[in-house]
């Protein structure tokens, strides 16, 4: 299986590869809300809610087995650094929502993580290939200090988009807020536009 190279994401928001107010790092820097939870394959569920044709719940080993894509990815994180070419490998957001069957009347998505952690993103935004539940880092099983067993990524957006420990996704029919989104943090986390922090 070959590997997808979306580094070139940022042509799409008329920006350079290192967005302004970034610097790039070969370090993979650790930033967690909390500790790292405790994971056991025996007990773990990922569910999919809300306005959907289908709820869904999975155990890790039915998670595995959904079609996976590997991509090349860049990586930025609100605080000011990027990491480039790390490489993914996950189960597209597309590819869930299609499983369930999206209402027509969903508009907003809250992912939820084992360590109680919360973000959302307009349903358009995670309709991307590029927005992967990702499993493996760079050929290895995701270690559990980067958000292992599963975590998002989102390289349109700052890191703060991809729950670390993802275990359940929600269609909603109105926006709501995550954690940080209710903590001052952008709702839009556009890096190229310096979508930080909210100025209302």
């Not at 080993?61 to 990815?73: G, K, S, V, Y």
């Not at 980067?146 to 349109?156: A, I, K, S």
Request: aromatic fraction near 12%.
């Amino acid at each position: 299986m070959g590997v997808r190279d979306v580094t070139d994401i940022h042509e799409e928001f008329d920006g350079e590869r290192l967005p302004p107010g970034q610097r790039e790092t070969e370090r993979f820097p650790v930033l967690s809300l909390k500790n790292t939870p405790s994971f056991d394959p025996d007990e773990w569920e990922f569910t999919v809610r809300g306005a959907v044709e289908e709820e869904l719940t999975y155990s890790w080993d039915e998670f595995q087995d959904l079609p996976t894509d590997t991509q090349r990815q860049d990586f930025h994180c609100v605080t000011g650094w990027s990491r480039f070419d790390n490489e993914f490998r996950g189960v597209t957001f597309p590819e869930l929502a299609e499983r369930a069957g999206v209402d027509d009347d969903a508009v907003h998505v809250m992912f939820g993580a084992m360590d109680g952690y919360t973000t959302n993103l307009p349903l358009e935004e995670c309709m991307r290939q590029e927005v992967l539940f990702v499993h493996e880092f760079d050929g290895d099983p995701l270690p559990s200090d980067h958000g292992g067993p599963l975590r998002v990524v989102t390289p349109h957006k700052y890191a703060y988009k991809g729950a670390k420990w993802v275990d359940g996704v929600t269609f909603l029919t109105e926006p709501e807020r995550g954690y940080w989104e209710k903590r001052g943090y952008s709702n839009t986390a556009n890096p190229w536009a310096e979508d930080r922090y909210t100025t209302v």
